[in-house]
């Protein structure tokens, strides 16, 4: 399993909305997110083709400002902890 960490906009005055269609989302956790619109979310997926499909779903929402990688785990190979942008 592969767990991203994603860091995300909702666009201008639709917070809430995106909210709503990320919390309906079982692959995604949102963990923080403020009034102005910026969040931070995990996703997890089987492995990195499913993360990258998950990743772009993410970012093609109407609701969404931005959405990018910031870090990933492999889990049951703690040497491939990394961040996406060193």
Known sequence: ???S???MTSRPGRL???RET???IAWLDVHFC???GRMVVTIE???VEESIVRLRD???LPDVGMAELSHYYIEGNETHTEEAHP
């Open 1 to 3: 399993m592969i767990i």
């Open 5 to 7: 960490g994603i860091v």
């Open 16 to 18: 809430k909305e995106l």
């Open 22 to 24: 990320l919390d309906a």
């Open 34 to 36: 403020e009034e102005s």
């Open 45 to 47: 997926a089987a492995d």
């Open 58 to 60: 993410l970012q093609e």
